[in-house]
T-cell receptor
Framework: GENVGLHLPTLSVQEGDNSIINCAYSNSASDYFIWYKQESGKGPQFIIDIRSNMDKRQGQRVTVLLNKTVKHLSLQIAATQPGDSAVYFCAENYGGATNKLIFGTGTLLAVQP | EPEVTQTPSHQVTQMGQEVILRCVPISNHLYFYWYRQILGQKVEFLVSFYNNEISEKSEIFDDQFSVERPDGSNFTLKIRSTKLEDSAMYFC?????????????FGPGTRLTVL
């Protein structure tokens, strides 16, 4: 069935380094993707999104890359800070009449000071 | 900045009891959602709601679940007869519209513990 999955369940980086969190999706019909950050005890917090007609989108310290050929999504965080420590989820929307987001399993980003 | 709020933050109940989880979506949003997250697992879609109707629901959202917008601000999820496996974090979300580019903003969640 369709699923969104993450390659690395845990990523440990040094403060100041760049982080790359990866996500694979299987539904080629998905046309909208979102990265959420979830800190302990909190709800998912929107980071950045991208539509399928784009392959790159940049925000403040974050960049999302979309490779539709291999159905791969990544989140790059520049100059990672301790406050970036959280679980990161990618989510996809199939588009059309459906509202639902399909979430991946999450990657724990641990930033070492 | 406007945000989705949820109450209570933690609900403990006995198996078989009814619970109502409450949410106040962002005020100008028209689409409302419930998701759940069992401990250590991914966030799962339960239901979406628009114009006082369910617009979509997952297979998890069986007859034990219902949603309601009782007034202009609240959005509730009711579980009629809770089961042990209903223990999870329940997140409410809202968006201005549906479809692409409609970011869903999430509340902080209600942790439901069924004993």
């Amino acid at each position: 069935g369709e699923n969104v999955g993450l390659h690395l369940p845990t990523l440990s980086v040094q403060e100041g380094d760049n982080s790359i969190i990866n996500c694979a999706y299987s539904n080629s019909a998905s046309d909208y993707f979102i990265w959420y950050k979830q800190e302990s005890g909190k709800g998912p917090q929107f980071i950045i999104d991208i539509r399928s007609n784009m392959d790159k989108r940049q925000g403040q310290r974050v960049t999302v890359l979309l490779n539709k050929t291999v159905k791969h999504l990544s989140l790059q965080i520049a100059a990672t800070q301790p406050g970036d420590s959280a679980v990161y989820f990618c989510a996809e929307n199939y588009g059309g009449a459906t509202n639902k987001l399909i979430f991946g399993t999450g990657t724990l980003l641990a930033v070492q000071p | 900045e406007p945000e989705v709020t949820q109450t209570p933050s933690h609900q403990v109940t006995q198996m078989g009891q009814e619970v109502i989880l409450r949410c106040v979506p962002i005020s100008n949003h028209l689409y409302f959602y419930w998701y759940r997250q069992i401990l250590g697992q991914k966030v799962e879609f339960l239901v979406s709601f628009y114009n006082n109707e369910i617009s979509e629901k997952s297979e998890i959202f069986d007859d034990q679940f219902s949603v309601e917008r009782p007034d202009g601000s609240n959005f509730t999820l009711k579980i009629r007869s809770t089961k042990l496996e209903d223990s999870a974090m329940y997140f409410c979300a809202s968006s201005v519209r549906q479809g692409p580019l409609q970011v869903q903003f999430f509340g902080p969640g209600t942790r439901l513990t069924v004993l």
